[in-house]
């Protein structure tokens, strides 16, 4: 649940990073690919609900209640992430390829040596 969370409410940071990077923004930093470090993703997500907590909580409210939709019927929600990934595929068909490239060589890593790659989730 944390996981889904830090995933919707990061969709803000995420849009955002390369933006601060550029713009010279104190401890920003842009990996090659064009996304931040995962720790200043939530470092400036912090920052941002630190000083904007009333959009912060409803933010969160957001993502918490998207969660529960998303409990109660996977399937749609798979369906609308698909459709989104699809969607932004088509508007951003060079960056698609790329990260559908780093896709496969991280599965084909993690084939080779699992120990390096998270434990499988298990569903529910």
Known sequence: MKRMLIAAVLAFATQAAPTF????????TVRPDGSA????RKARFEQWCQDNPEKCREMKAKAEQRREEC???????????KARREQW????????????????????ECKAD????????QPG
Not at 37 to 40: K, L
């Open 114 to 121: 699992p120990a390096k790659c998270r434990p499988a989730r």
């Open 37 to 40: 470090a995962q720790g200043d």
């Open 21 to 28: 990077a550029a713009e010279g923004m104190p401890g920003a």
């Open 89 to 108: 595929c088509n508007n951003n068909p060079e960056k698609c390829r790329d990260m559908k490239a780093r896709a496969e060589q991280r599965r084909e």
């Open 71 to 81: 409990k109660a019927n996977p399937e749609k929600c798979r369906a609308e992430a």
